[in-house]
């Protein structure tokens, strides 16, 4: 997520400075939402017995790509995610980083309360100074030096896992990981072409 300065107790301001973070990179997928604003044509099947409330609960606690597919379900489901309240404010407010965990495949790691919960914090998680970053491995708030020198946000290579902490395969596929999307990274712009998958250090 982009660089943020916050200016006083409640007012943050987007830095312009070119960071090469996720959200730089415009081959993220797309969000549709407030795209369709048809009529739904058919409900919810046999949750249409639940109160609205009840199924917004447990919307809350899914994870963001479990709710992202019950959005594609059909137009009434689209509907009801929608009108959630944390997750409408996410949208609006803080749509890159839906797009973000969607993309690097880590948005089932995480609930759409977690997520909502960890945007409403100001401070870096691992220093405790303003955090304008999010990373969306393991969901945490993180400041620009922690991000780029503390080696909890270096993700590893599965080879560098196996070798660093003498690790079994087998044991890689429980750590938390994601893939990399091409394009540009760091504040150097270091071009990045394939999709690799990289395992959180901290897990590791
Ligand atoms: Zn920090």
């Known amino acids: 997520m982009a660089a943020i300065q916050q200016l006083s107790e409640s007012t943050y301001t987007f830095l312009s400075i070119i960071d090469h973070t996720l959200d730089d990179i415009e081959s993220l997928c797309r969000l549709d939402n407030g795209h369709d604003r048809r009529v739904p044509c058919y409900g919810l099947g046999s949750l249409e017995i639940v109160p609205l409330e009840v199924l917004q609960m447990i919307i809350l606690r899914l994870d963001i790509q479990s709710i992202t597919h019950f959005r594609r379900v059909n137009r009434r489901a689209g509907l009801v ?3 959630v309240p944390q997750y409408k404010q996410i949208i609006v407010h803080a749509p890159a980083s839906i797009r973000g ?3 690097i495949r880590t948005g089932f790691s995480f609930s759409c309360q977690d997520l909502y919960d960890k945007l409403r914090t100001t401070n870096c998680d691992s220093c405790g100074d303003f955090g304008g970053y999010l990373y969306l491995v393991t969901c ?3 400041c620009f030096l922690c991000f780029t020198e503390k080696t909890d ?5 599965r080879s560098d896992v196996i070798r660093k902490f003498g690790l079994r395969p087998k044991y890689l596929a429980k750590l938390p990981s994601f893939k990399s999307v091409p394009g540009r990274y760091s504040s150097r712009g270091i071009q990045c072409r394939r999709r690799i998958t990289l395992i ?5």
Not at 153 to 157: E, F, G, R
Not at 200 to 204: E, P, T, V
């Open 81 to 83: 995610v929608d009108q």
């Open 101 to 103: 965990c969607l993309s």
């Open 140 to 142: 945490r708030r993180v």
């Open 153 to 157: 946000y270096l993700p590893l290579l």
């Open 200 to 204: 959180d250090h901290s897990a590791a």
